[in-house]
Antibody, heavy 119, light 111 residues
Framework: EVQLVQSGAEVKKPGESLKISCKGSGYSFTNYWIAWVRQMPGKGLEWMGIIYPGDSDTTYSPSFQGQVTISVDKSISTAYLQWSSLKASDTAMYYC????????????WGQGTLVTVSS | QSALTQPASVSGSPGQSITISCTGTSSDASGYDYVSWYQQQPGKAPKLMIYDVSNRPSGVSNRFSGSKSGNTASLTISGLQAEDEADYYCSSYISSSTLGVFGTGTKVTVL
C-alpha cells in the first residue's frame, strides 16, 4: 500500500525552530514529487512548495519562499518541512502529498501534522 | 497566481445530483486538462476523487464525475449521500507555476 506518514502534532513558542517529517512507503520514493500544503484553521488549502527526491529539485510558492525550507533524505524515504523561527501565524495543519510527474494529481496525502505556535 | 473560483457552498437532498464549478482565467486554460478534485471530510486529510478532468482513481464511487468546458471545470455528485458531506477543492496545473493552483473550496451540505 502506498502511504505517506507524517510526524506528530507539535506545540511551539514564537521564535523556536521546527522540522516536521513525511515518510513514504510502498513505492519508489525517488521517482515521485512530494508537495507540502498548509491549511490554516477554518481555511482552504495552500501550496507551499514541492521537491523531487531523486535530485532534490525544489520549488517554493512565492508566499512561502524564504519562510520555510523543504528538504529530503532519500536514504530513509523522508521529506521535511522546517522553520527557523516560528510565528503565531504559522499555526496550521500541514499536509504532504505525492505527485506523479509535473502535471499529475496529488495522491495519496499524509494524515497531516498540526503545528500550534503560542506563547 | 490567483486561486480558482468555486462557490462557497452547495447543498442537496439525499438522492439528488449536485454540481460544483471551478473557474479559472483564460490565460491558464491550457493547463486545465490537468484539473483534479479533492474531498476533505471534517478532521481528515484531502482525498483525490477525480484527476485529469474526468478520471476516477480506483476505489472512488462512480457517483462522482468530472467535466470541463472552456475555463470552467465541474464536479458532479449523483445520488447524493450523507457521507458526501465535506469540503471539495479543485486544483489545476497552470503553465506559470510548477505547483499549480487550488480552488477556493466548496462546502457540500446534505439536507
Amino acid at each position: 500500500e502506498v502511504q505517506l506518514v507524517q510526524s506528530g502534532a507539535e506545540v511551539k513558542k514564537p521564535g523556536e525552530s521546527l522540522k516536521i517529517s513525511c515518510k513514504g512507503s510502498g513505492y519508489s520514493f525517488t521517482n515521485y514529487w512530494i508537495a507540502w500544503v498548509r491549511q490554516m484553521p477554518g481555511k482552504g488549502l495552500e501550496w507551499m512548495g514541492i521537491i523531487y527526491p531523486g535530485d532534490s529539485d525544489t520549488t517554493y510558492s512565492p508566499s512561502f519562499q524564504g519562510q520555510v525550507t523543504i528538504s529530503v533524505d532519500k536514504s530513509i524515504s523522508t521529506a521535511y518541512l522546517q522553520w527557523s523561527s516560528l510565528k503565531a501565524s504559522d499555526t496550521a495543519m500541514y499536509y504532504c502529498a505525492r505527485r506523479s510527474g509535473r502535471k499529475g494529481p496529488f495522491d495519496p496525502w499524509g494524515q497531516g501534522t498540526l503545528v500550534t505556535v503560542s506563547s | 497566481q490567483s486561486a480558482l473560483t468555486q462557490p462557497a457552498s452547495v447543498s442537496g437532498s439525499p438522492g439528488q445530483s449536485i454540481t460544483i464549478s471551478c473557474t479559472g482565467t483564460s490565460s491558464d486554460a491550457s493547463g486545465y486538462d490537468y484539473v483534479s478534485w479533492y474531498q476533505q471530510q471534517p478532521g481528515k486529510a484531502p482525498k483525490l476523487m477525480i484527476y485529469d478532468v474526468s478520471n476516477r482513481p480506483s476505489g472512488v464511487s462512480n457517483r462522482f464525475s468530472g467535466s470541463k468546458s472552456g475555463n470552467t471545470a465541474s464536479l458532479t455528485i449523483s445520488g447524493l449521500q450523507a457521507e458526501d458531506e465535506a469540503d471539495y477543492y479543485c486544483s489545476s496545473y497552470i503553465s506559470s507555476s510548477t505547483l499549480g493552483v487550488f480552488g477556493t473550496g466548496t462546502k457540500v451540505t446534505v439536507l
